[in-house]
């Protein structure tokens, strides 16, 4: 996407990663998309499977292709579900947004009618527990 992304852009974008998740057993949708420092975007869907522990959050699958072009930095994350207040991330995914973002990044949780919410990551996992502590 060009620097002249709009935000319409980004909400067009995490609804066509929605449409392609794979829920058949929770038919819960989830489409993520990151948008890197200088800009790129990296989208995930949920994809789940007859094991059902062994599915994959969308979150994760946008952080797993994010890291994989080469980026390591989230500017902010939009996640979208079919749940009219927005989709809101697994502690999880908290836990793993916040590896590759800081306590500001905003998290825009969507429903297929745009943002219902902007939460700085820190409301959605306060006192978190960050590679600073390690590294
Ligand atoms: N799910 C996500 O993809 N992201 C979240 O943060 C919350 C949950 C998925 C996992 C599962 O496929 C479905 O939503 C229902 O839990």
New binding site residues.
Partial sequence: MSTSTTETDYINAVKQAMDKAY?PY?N?P?GALIVTENGQTFAGC?V?NASYPE?N???TAAIAAMVMAGHQRIQKIY?MSQDDQG?T??GG?RQRIREFSDNNTPVILCSTTGVQRRLPLAELLPHAFGPEFLL
């Fill in positions: 829920a929770s819960y989830v949920n789940e599915g959050c969308a979150e996640i989709a991330p697994c995914c």
